[in-house]
């Protein structure tokens, strides 16, 4: 059975810090993996989409990358801002026969300004 | 970009009646989509998949006959939660898979979320 973890739970920091979140995943048998932010009370934003054969993908300050031999992934947010405050979640799909993704615990990010 | 709705946003309602939430997908077929439910402070867990005129697919643990899905369109979803009861409340978010999906950097658009608060 996948599960996802995310570490840490928990980040505060100050703003214009580079920073990394992890994501973890048990099976490393993964279609593609998403990194999706989430404010308070509110849906989902879709950040970056990494296929299973792909290393990392970038998006401005965004950086993700999957070591899927590892099961792991990092989303690196460069030069943060209090506006990067939210819960940063990841998702890993699990093979091409299904579009069910399995999400990690989150981590709630504060950046201060 | 792909627009998913979902209403209402926020409901309340009481112990033992049902309430009907929404999931549409606002510029774009939708042949799939997605129940998720998050519990405060936790992740999103799969509830349930929506295939447009057939029967819904429900995760173990999910009762089917509780949270009803009927996906009678291509671009609406809906979850009813019937008798509801206080350990319901939670927020209810689906999804939706673009039926022109393939090759798109994004393959599924997230709804809002629907807050359900039962008293």
């Known amino acids: 059975k996948q599960e996802v973890t995310q570490i840490p739970a928990a980040l505060s920091v100050p703003e214009g810090e580079n920073l990394v979140l992890n994501c973890s995943f048990t099976?490393?048998?993964?279609?593609?993996l998403q990194w999706f932010r989430q404010d308070p009370g509110k849906g989902l934003t879709s950040l970056l989409l990494i296929q299973s054969s792909q290393r990392e993908q970038t998006s401005g300050r965004l950086n993700a990358s999957l070591d899927k031999s590892s099961g792991r992934s990092t989303l690196y947010i460069a030069a943060s801002q209090p506006g990067d405050s939210a819960t940063y979640l990841c998702?890993?799909?699990?093979?091409?026969?299904?579009?069910?993704?399995?999400f990690g615990t989150g981590t709630r990010l504060k950046v201060l300004a | 970009g792909a627009v998913v709705s979902q209403h209402p946003s926020r409901v309340i309602c009481k112990s033992g009646t049902s309430v009907k939430i929404e999931c549409r997908s606002l510029d774009f077929q939708a042949t799939t989509m997605f129940w998720y439910r998050q519990f405060p402070k936790q992740s999103l867990m799969l509830m349930a998949t929506?295939?447009?005129?057939?029967?819904?697919?429900?995760e173990q643990g999910v009762e089917k006959d509780k949270f009803l899905i009927n996906h009678a369109s291509l671009t609406l979803s809906t979850l009813t939660v019937t008798s509801a009861h206080p350990e319901d409340s939670s927020f209810y978010i689906c999804s939706a898979r673009d039926r022109l999906a393939g090759g798109l950097l994004y393959e599924q658009y997230f709804g809002p979320g629907t807050r359900l608060t039962v008293t």
């Open positions: 929506s295939n447009e005129g057939s029967k819904a697919t429900y």
């Open positions: 099976d490393s048998a993964i279609y593609n």
């Open positions: 998702a890993v799909r699990r093979g091409s026969g299904t579009y069910k993704y399995i």
